[in-house]
């Protein structure tokens, strides 16, 4: 029962046609939900799950002011689609990948801003030689850099194989089979030597 404020007749009647039109577009609104299903075209899904990957929780703490939300989202999506993650450990360890992925891709970025910033100098704009020097003279950010690449490389590598791992567990507690190696190819073997046609040249002379 809504409390209704003692006001005048006019007041009232105001207040009434207020709150009548406000239910009224809250039924319909419940009305419209409920016939909404959302996109039904294979292009509307594909952009509503990016959607979804580059604006979740997960993107929201790692995306940085300067990352591209949709560059993100199609990576996401991407690694994702791959790796048909089943539980929560799995899609733990897939996001990981991505998180370390698109940290690699942030230090490439980095290194093409270093390489910007420090190929200025008095004479013009120099090369990488310049940079390097200049960065090396400064605060070595290059060579920091190239430590962050490797730690981060050497975690995708990890990463990949404890996905690897738990896929093939996976696998065999469903009863799959996996997959039989290649059979190894024949060797290939050399056609028979045919010597070549003797001539008289090929004989002493008497």
Not at 13 to 21: E, G, I, L, P, Q
Not at 158 to 165: G, S, V
Request: net charge positive.
């Amino acid at each position: 029962m809504v409390a209704i404020p003692k006001l005048g007749q006019i007041a009232l009647a105001a207040f009434v046609v207020k709150y009548m039109a406000t239910a009224k577009q809250l039924e319909a609104n419940r009305r419209n939900a409920k016939l909404s299903t959302g996109p039904t075209s294979v292009p509307g899904k594909e952009k509503s799950s990016m959607n979804a990957l580059k604006t979740g929780v997960f993107a929201k703490h790692l995306l940085l002011p300067d990352d591209n939300a949709d560059e993100f989202g199609r990576l996401r999506l991407e690694i994702h689609d791959e790796w048909q993650p089943t539980g929560p450990t799995e899609t733990s360890l897939v996001e990981r990948l991505v998180a370390l992925l698109w940290r690699q891709r942030r230090i490439y970025r980095a290194e093409s801003g270093l390489y910007t910033m420090y190929r200025q100098c008095p004479e013009g704009v120099g090369g990488v030689a310049t940079a390097l020097a200049k960065d090396g003279r400064d605060t070595e950010a290059f060579t920091r850099l190239l430590r962050m690449d490797g730690a981060i490389e050497r975690s995708i590598a990890m990463t990949i194989r404890l996905l690897q791992k738990m896929q093939e567990e996976r696998g065999k507690r469903k009863g799959l089979k996996p997959a039989a190696p290649p059979s190894p190819s024949p060797p290939a073997t050399s056609p028979p030597r045919v010597p070549p046609p003797t001539t008289d040249c090929d004989y002493p002379k008497i």
